[in-house]
């Protein structure tokens, strides 16, 4: 067997070569590499190097692939480097936003997600992922859309079917099937942290019909003389009421001062308004119906003055400290 004589400084797999020196007579092209004439190429044309070198008929073979197509053996004296192989880089992608529409909607609705994305070579698909925190079923792909180019933007919709809290990621996947998150895990959280995004859908999508009613009794501007007070509402709604909820506010704060649960006997309260000194009280009402729809103040704020100095002794000062204070 000949010495191989490979010149190891040559060049290498995934060098430009190019043909010189041959004058006229060009440089052969072999397949195999030991094997018959399949062509040839003059001084100039270039190639790409294959694999190699392989001695053969007193010379390494590289095997090239040609600009034309042409792919086949030849001799490296006559071939010399045009330049090296390019340093394979292809990073991973990145999220470079994430958002939710709105981080809380009804049973029915919809919840927009919108993203952009990135990659320094190519973009092959994009994921959104969900976690439903309150049923325990963990992140997972749920939906997905073939993107391509270096950057795109767009969005997902979706509408859980039950209530609860679903927390909502992207994953990102580029041509060579490298991915990343909206957390950009992958990228250490560069060019940033967007997700992810939790979403509550309440019980019930509000109903076009939402309850009605009002406080029909006492009057605006009516002057309470004397406790307890008789409050008495109306309340109406398709699906029936499930309760009514009294408020007065004094003293600063809002007091709720009963729920009504039981429609049978009308909607009403009897507030003992006997330790609450004489001032100006706000009453309203909540309605919530047996759809789930629950409306606040149908019927307006209903202002009445408590005077009931000129006929009872002041009231001993009382903390109120077993009042529900509700922050409205
Ligand atoms: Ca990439
Ligand atoms: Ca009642």
Known sequence: MPPNNTSASAFSIG????????????????????GKMIGGKFDGARGVALDGPVYC???????????????GWSAENWLRKVSSAAAVVDNYPNVTSFSVSSTGIKQGESVTISYSVSDDVGLRQV????EDVTAGITFRPIKTVSVSGK??????????????????????VDTNNEWNCERNS????????YGPKDVVVGATATSTSTPTGRIISPSSGYTVTSCPLTIRADASAPSGIAWVRFWAQYDGNWHEIITD??????????????????QQVILTIWIHD???????????YV???LKKSSITPPPTPSLHLHLRHQCR
């Not at 070569?17 to 195999?32: A, C, F, I, K, M």
């Open 303 to 305: 202002p009445v003055t």
């Open 151 to 172: 950057s795109y933007s767009g969005s997902f919709s979706d509408t859980p079917s039950s209530p609860g809290t679903y927390r909502y990621g992207l994953h990102v």
């Open 15 to 34: 060098d430009t070569v190019e043909v010189y020196n041959t004058g006229s007579s060009g440089l052969l092209v072999l397949d195999p590499a030991c």
């Open 290 to 300: 047996n759809a789930g729809n629950e409306v606040w103040d149908p019927g307006g």
């Open 186 to 193: 992958r990228t250490g959280f560069s060019p940033g942290v």
């Open 261 to 278: 649960s039981n429609g049978s006997d009308g909607w009403g309260a009897i507030w003992d308004c006997s330790s609450v000194s004489d």
């Open 127 to 130: 994921e959104l992922w969900r």
């Open 57 to 71: 008929y007193n010379y390494n073979r590289w095997l090239i692939r040609w600009s034309d197509g042409l792919q």
